[in-house]
């Protein structure tokens, strides 16, 4: 398996934009006949609210502040969840760091 090159800073998809999911912390309930959308957990993600550079940082950079702001975090478990899901391979993600869900997936199997 070819390991993708490192990519600096935060990715443009990070995040959908919030605005189309609501104030932070406050749900929107999917209308009628619609299906939560997968990233409606994103709304009460901590991390929209700080600074995204934290959890993507630079190449041996420290991830510690942004560990630290997953353990509030109410999300925590469905971003870790979508993380997985989605091979996300880049940042940190419910608390953990790429190696870190690496291990875990590993483990898994
Ligand atoms: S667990 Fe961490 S990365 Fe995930 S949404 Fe919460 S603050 Fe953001």
Request: proline share 6%.
């Given at each position: 398996?070819?390991?993708?090159?490192?990519?600096?800073?935060?990715?443009?998809?990070?995040?959908?934009?919030?605005?189309n999911?609501?104030?932070?912390?406050?749900?929107?309930?999917?209308?009628?006949?619609?299906d939560?959308?997968?990233?409606?957990?994103?709304?009460?993600?901590?991390?929209?609210?700080?600074?995204p550079?934290?959890f993507?940082?630079?190449?041996?950079?420290s991830?510690?502040?942004?560990?630290?702001?997953?353990?509030?975090?109410?999300?925590?478990?469905?971003c870790?969840?979508y993380?997985?899901?989605?091979d996300?391979?880049?940042?940190?993600?419910g608390?953990?760091?790429?190696r870190?869900?690496?291990?875990l997936?590993?483990?898994?199997?």
């Open positions: 398996m070819a390991i993708p090159e490192y990519r600096a800073g935060v990715p443009d998809d990070w995040f959908v934009d919030p605005v999911l609501g104030v932070p912390g406050v749900r929107q309930p999917a209308a009628e006949g619609e939560d959308t997968q990233l409606s957990w994103q709304t009460d993600a901590l991390c929209a609210q700080t600074d550079e934290a993507f940082p630079e190449k041996g950079g991830t510690r502040d942004a560990k630290r702001i997953c353990t509030s975090c109410d999300v925590k478990s469905q870790l969840e993380a997985l899901a989605n996300e391979r880049f940042g940190i993600w608390g953990l760091s790429e870190e869900r690496r291990k997936r590993k483990r898994a199997v």
